[in-house]
């Protein structure tokens, strides 16, 4: 396994034991308290300890959230401004003695009083994916104390099946990590762009342009405009009019180590009305396919746990991985829904999932960006306007720049 990987894994199980349910088929216990935000339902959950204890806001909109102040650590308040509620209060959990959530101007305010001095670890938010149909705004408090403290070893777990898919999560691989595998924190950030189609397989016809040759010029665009930067690695799975199989586009992303992928594509609709953007995230349905093909085809496969590690602890390993990936994913393809929105039309639901190949890397954070229909003249036009085009690798870029820069934290699960 991918030495980040590894890192993040440990150290899931080592600050949230309580995940070890979820893995096991349990489910996380949360301490649950209703508010309303204009008769819509809000639920306030809590899940941890006295050391670290996480606070969950269930809405019905996504939120921005911020922490406007703190009483000497034992109170936090964070606002949040397109929140509209009625009062609400309850007890907390863990390190969280009660909890209060009012109006506060156009927006609403949540105040936590601590039981002891804590800090806001961080905060992120998870759009609808998975199942669940809501948006979750999530932040996690520790204690400074727990936070001064050296981790601790995980804890005896019930099940042995998840024990020791803890303990292959920490045990150092039989075989060093190769150098390329091991991601310092100022290296260079790897970006693969695929330009969507190429060669014989020439995508959706306009009027006047193709596809394959619509995807190559907003690929090259982009790799200009993110190397300019100097702070990314940019590698392009077809840099000319080439057929690169779909499942090549998955390995060359995987052995390029990439921190992100992008897929470029142009729509093509029924309806010569029907235009917009759109991004594309891993199905469910397609990440069922990986987990079923990931024993027996490499581009699929992760090094999940040492050697002679059983077939449950593998499975168990490489679900959690899929998981933390698809929810960057997702993380990723809310900043590119917002801000190349800002640019351009884009359909209505326009974060949607699909089972796509490109997308089946179950290591490498991965979109696909339709970047509108070229079979509608305006956004044809759109499309192949140089100028137009530059707007979108800044928006494209600008997205990356956010999400690589904290202002978004995903979730571990």
Known sequence: MDARIVSVLVSQWRRVATLVAVIAGGCLVLAVQDAS???????????????????????????????VGSDSGRQLVLEFPRLSVDRASGQGQGLVKDWALERSGAGARLTLNLAQTGQVERRFSLAPS????????????????????????????????????????????TAPARPSAVRRENARKVIVIDA??????????????????????????????????????????????????LEERVRISRAAHADLFISLHADSGESASTRGASVYTLSDKGSDRVARNASSNSNWAIN????????????????????????????????????????RPMLTRAHRDAGYVVLFAPDVPAVLLEMGFITNDADEALLVDPKKRDVLCESIARSIEAYFSGQVVTASL
Not at 40 to 64: E, N
Not at 144 to 161: G, N
């Open 196 to 245: 969507g189609h190429g060669g014989h397989d020439s995508g959706a016809l306009g009027d006047h342009h193709q596809e394959k040759e619509i995807t190559l010029a907003a690929a090259r665009a982009l790799k200009a405009r993110l190397e300019r930067t100097g702070r990314y690695k940019v590698v392009l799975t077809r840099s000319d009019d080439t057929f690169i199989p």
């Open 130 to 173: 998975d199942g669940v149909a809501f948006y979750r705004y999530v932040v996690d408090v520790r204690s400074a104390l727990a936070a001064a403290a050296p981790q601790p070893a995980p804890a005896p777990v019930a099940q042995p099946v998840v024990a020791r898919a803890a303990a292959a999560a920490a045990a150092p691989a």
């Open 304 to 343: 999940a746990g040492p050697a002679g590690a059983d077939q449950a602890v593998r499975e168990i390993l490489f679900d959690l991985t899929q998981r933390f990936t698809r929810n960057k994913s997702a993380a990723f393809a809310e900043i590119l829904v917002q801000k190349v929105g800002a640019d």
């Open 37 to 67: 935000a204009d008769g819509v339902p809000i639920k306030v959950r809590f899940g941890g300890d006295a050391g670290s204890t996480r606070v969950v806001l269930d809405v019905a909109q996504q939120v921005d959230g911020r922490v």
